[in-house]
């Protein structure tokens, strides 16, 4: 079988690294890749968003299963434009995609449909919005309604914070014109579930956890995720069910009810609070980087698991018992501005997984080329020992340009 991954980051390595591993898989090709998933795919020169010259490199090289990776390509419409030529696609419609491109529509389908998250209220008018939250309690939580890769969330604990990101959001149009969700602020740990999805069919994955803040102590400004890791001592078999229950099918289904229903990955970003687990943000694809520490625990054939997913059947879905860490290297200045080309070197001894997240080749040596460049995840028995090593491996990796949290993981030690 031929395949093609749409995208770029740590995310498609990650889905291409599982797919090699398929025996159905003959050749992946990767649009438009990177310097990584060179090793392993043959990276085509193409955007994410370019669905039409996708389509005609899918047609023109008898491609079988085209998989998506980034939620640009799902907004741009791919999957619809595959589907009405008849080619296998795994990933949601334009349609179901908003319950990742619009946060209104997620809340409001969340609300229509008694899925728990927190109360809400949506705003054009700066104006208004300021009063809002003037009116409310701080700390509260600003959600720009669009497309923002992963930056469009602003956490304000105060009223000048407050007024700054909805400056940002409303008047300076900083991540394009949009209106803005302004979100009770709620507290209790983090955590992923990504869930394959087909209509009402939902199969959970690890559950996993990310880490947004850019340093150690969850400091600094949001980013696109600085590591993850699988095993959460926190998170029960009740919790799950629960999750499962109350949050993901019944999201699933909601979605058939309003005539969009979801095929692909849908990832609950979710929180366990005091008054139970609810939903912080859904996604409507792989998470990064959830990604990188889920699949690589995976044990049954992912190439038939898109397949079966893609066209409706019940896919096999196992899993290894192992804990898995990932610490990302990012520049410095990340998330802010930063200097890209720095020489990388010691990738080969790391004795793990290496995904390339912003990198490129010069001169046969790999070069930093974005603000996260790649992740390192190791696999142990206990998430103790995938910490440890992981941090042992982090360290042959030399570069003058990139940082790292130290504390990925630490916080499933405090419970």
Known sequence: MKVLVIGSGGRCHAIVETLSK??????????PGNAGIAALAECVAIKE??????????KSNNIELTVVGPEVALEAGVVD?????????????KSAARIETSKQFAKDLMKKHDVPTAAYATFEDFDAALAYVKAGSLPTVLKYDGLAAGKGVVIAETLEQAEEALRDML????????????EE?????????????????????????DHKRAYDGDKGPNTGGMGAYTALPFITDEDLEYAMSNIMRRTASAMVEEGCPFCGVLYGGLMKTKNGIKVIEFNARFGDPETEVVLPRMTSDICQVFCNVADGKSPTITWDDQATLGIVLASKGYPGSYEKGYVIEGVENVDGSVYHMGTALKDGKYVTSGGRVMIVVCKAP??????????????????????HRNDIGDKAFKF
């Open 382 to 403: 206990t998430l103790r020992e995938a910490q440890q090593k992981a941090a042992a491996e982090v360290a042959k990796i030399k570069c003058d340009n990139l940082f």
């Open 171 to 182: 008047l300076d149009s900083k991540f394009g014109k949009g209106k803005v969700v302004i």
């Open 22 to 31: 398929s025996p159905q898989v003959d050749k992946i090709f990767c649009a």
């Open 185 to 209: 602020y709620l507290e209790g740990p983090e955590f992923s579930l990504l869930c394959f999805v087909n209509g009402h069919n939902v199969y959970p994955m690890p559950v996993s956890q």
């Open 49 to 58: 968003t370019a669905v039409e010259s996708l389509l005609d490199f899918a």
């Open 81 to 93: 434009l595959f589907k009405a030529n008849g080619l296998r696609i795994f990933g949601p419609t």
